[in-house]
């Protein structure tokens, strides 16, 4: 087993004791949970938490299956998890309560954390200045738990893009401003944030993955896959094989061969568990594409959305934001 070790495990659905026996299966497959946390350890679990949208009808955010069984295992390993995100639109507390994970961690006793509190640090050959979360400087282990997804800007996501989630907040909008004229730069952002907070671990839930136009409006499709590893690029590349992507097909992956980061290179990733598909997934629905960068009245517009959004799921007839600018939420 080496770092460039890609664990596959068939699930094909959110069944709590399949789930489970699958998650764990991606520990010992990678070489066991001791592999990657203490007893006592902080470790900041890290789903994909981008909008409060019900997992029983979108494939917006990592299943709240996968986070339990997760947990769960640290738990029983002596561990102290603790899960967080920072959603650039809503909070953390607000996507756990949709995704009905509330009440369950509370009975666990794991508590939920919005990421902010944000530390400036250095990222890069730019030197770039980021504002990270200091909740996930400072956790003493990280396992990332992105949603496998089409994405209208990046062709899709796997593991490297979840890690921005620890850019607290809105602050995420301003480097879409900085970086989003060239889509390297931007990708080599993702992944320099990436290499700074080190997860030590990613699982992708790609049981019901996100086809069509991610990451918030695409569509359910089940793949019934989770893909565990250490080097994200690896597991980006094995993501990609599965729905009939080459590396270079990936913005993320093409920019990280670039910066010499990773293995992008199938003949020289080990896959464990489960057999990789002879035949990869050929009719997966991608995004149809839209820059990077945002725009001032793309940001307003995604901005009242929001409001519209809270609103309506808060049972108000009109968005606050109609009395100030009844075109703002069209």
């Known amino acids: 087993m080496t770092d460039h070790t ?31 946390v203490k007893p006592g350890d902080s470790v900041l679990v890290k789903p994909n938490l981008i909008a409060p949208r019900s ?6 955010q990592t299943h709240p299956e996968v986070v339990l069984a997760v947990v ?16 650039a639109w809503t909070n953390a507390a607000t996507c756990i309560g949709v995704l009905e ?36 400087l400072d956790a003493d282990v990280i396992v990332n738990l992105p949603k496998f997804k089409a994405h209208q800007q990046l ?11 620890c850019v607290s907040g809105k602050r995420k909008a301003l480097w879409h401003f900085r970086r989003g004229d060239d889509m390297a730069e931007f990708c080599e952002l993702l992944i320099e944030i990436y290499r700074a907070l080190r997860p030590a ?11 069509g136009q991610g990451p918030i409006r695409g569509t359910n499709r089940p793949l ?34 670039q910066m010499g980061y990773g293995c992008a290179e199938i003949t020289r990733i080990d896959v464990a568990g489960d057999a990789l598909p002879t035949e990869p997934c050929t009719d997966f629905q991608f995004a149809e594409q839209v820059p990077i960068k945002f725009t001032f009245g793309r940001v307003c517009r995604s901005i009242g959305r ?18 100030v600018c009844p075109r703002a939420t069209e």
């Open 224 to 257: 019934g896959w989770l893909i565990g590893g250490v080097d994200p690029i690896s597991i980006e590349t094995i993501c990609g094989r599965l729905i009939n992507l080459s590396p270079e097909q990936i913005p993320i992956v093409r920019t990280a061969r």
């Open 201 to 211: 671990l990613t699982i992708v839930d790609g049981i019901i993955a996100m086809e």
């Open 72 to 87: 769960r295992l640290l738990k029983d390993y002596g561990a102290r998890p603790f899960v967080g995100d920072s959603p």
């Open 155 to 165: 062709v899709t996501t796997f593991a490297v893009k979840n890690m921005f989630g």
């Open 6 to 36: 890609v664990a596959l495990a068939r699930c094909h659905d959110y069944d709590p004791g399949r789930v489970a026996r699958a998650i764990a299966r991606q520990f010992d497959l990678l070489g066991g949970i001791e592999r990657f």
């Open 306 to 323: 929001q409001i519209a959004f809270l609103a309506r799921s808060r049972g108000l007839r009109r968005s606050p934001l109609n009395s």
């Open 101 to 136: 994970l509330a009440e369950p961690l509370a009975r666990l006793g794991v508590p939920v954390r919005q990421l902010d509190n944000p530390r400036k640090r250095r990222l890069g050959p730019a030197k770039s200045h980021v504002w990270i979360s200091s909740a996930a």
């Open 55 to 60: 997992h029983r009808r979108y494939p917006t």
